[in-house]
């Protein structure tokens, strides 16, 4: 829950870069339209949540997911959003797929050390029993020279 | 299209901050919950909405050949695209304040007028 009313805001800077970069190089934005289209941008979200939410509870979903989303848009008159969302969808899901075999992958050398690292332990233990045998072989010959 | 990019220079899918956009969606009573996939879907349209709102105000707007987007180029895209109709109410087209204070003068006026009129029509119900 937003405990004050500017926790409702989006970032300025990230706003006005996002401006910039949509308009041609050299156009100048007044603070005032800055300023209304973050505004804007609120609104807008609202807006879309209370959209998404309508087709949730029509599905009988009390969480709201990706394709409430997109039904949205097209009841917003957004459609040209549709087709650029579902490929940033696309590029999620391979993202986080990715993310997911990176931690198995990591997971799995974890694994795969601590295996190594009991074997060398072991291996070490072998090497002291074979010394404790070389030294009783010696006194074992020790003993056959004093016999 | 815009894309972010986090400290380690990697593209970011998405530029705006998701636990904003979280709050804010959150701030409608009626949402319980959202999933992560809605949380970025939106975040996202967002964006494209404030290419979108810029480049068509731009576009349409009165600034093209000084290359500057202002407010006005804004409100007037709120007033008149339908698809932008929803900012009407926060985009409100400016006004000076003699102009208002003159539209307010009128407005009296013509109530007055009613009055009078009803005032009329109160007095001839007392006569008949």
């Given at each position: 829950m937003a405990e004050r009313p500017e926790d409702l805001n989006l970032p300025n800077a990230v706003i006005t870069r996002i401006i910039k970069e949509a308009l041609p190089d050299g156009v100048n934005i007044s603070k005032e339209a800055r300023s209304a289209i973050s505004r804007a941008a609120s609104v807008f979200v609202l807006y879309a949540t209370s959209c998404a939410n309508n087709f949730a509870m029509k599905g009988k979903r009390k969480t709201l997911n990706a394709s409430d989303v997109l039904s949205a848009m097209e009841e917003m008159e957004f459609q040209r959003f549709v087709a650029p969302l579902k490929e940033a969808l696309e590029a999620y899901r391979r993202e986080q797929r990715g993310k997911k075999e990176a931690s198995e992958q990591k997971k799995k050398d974890k694994d795969r050390k601590t295996d190594s690292e009991e074997q060398d332990k072991s291996r070490e233990e072998d090497n002291d029993e074979e010394e404790e045998r070389l030294e009783e072989d010696e006194q074992n010959e020790e003993e056959e020279v004093d016999n | 299209m815009v894309v972010g990019r986090d400290k380690c220079g990697e593209q970011r899918l998405?530029?705006?901050p998701l636990s904003r956009i979280r709050v804010i969606m959150k701030s409608?009573?009626?949402?319980s919950s959202i999933n992560q996939e809605a949380l970025v879907l939106t975040a996202k349209a967002t964006e494209l909405f404030v290419q979108y709102l810029a480049t068509y105000s731009y576009r349409h707007g009165s600034g093209k050949e000084k290359k500057a987007l202002t407010y006005h180029d804004l409100s007037n895209t709120a007033e008149e695209s339908e698809t932008f109709q929803f900012l009407a109410d926060i985009l409100p087209k400016k006004i000076l304040a003699s102009k208002y204070l003159k539209m307010l003068k009128e407005q009296k006026q013509e109530e007055e007028e009613e009055e009078e009129n009803s005032n009329d029509d109160e007095s001839d119900e007392a006569e008949s």
């Open positions: - | 998405v530029s705006l409608s009573p009626e949402v």
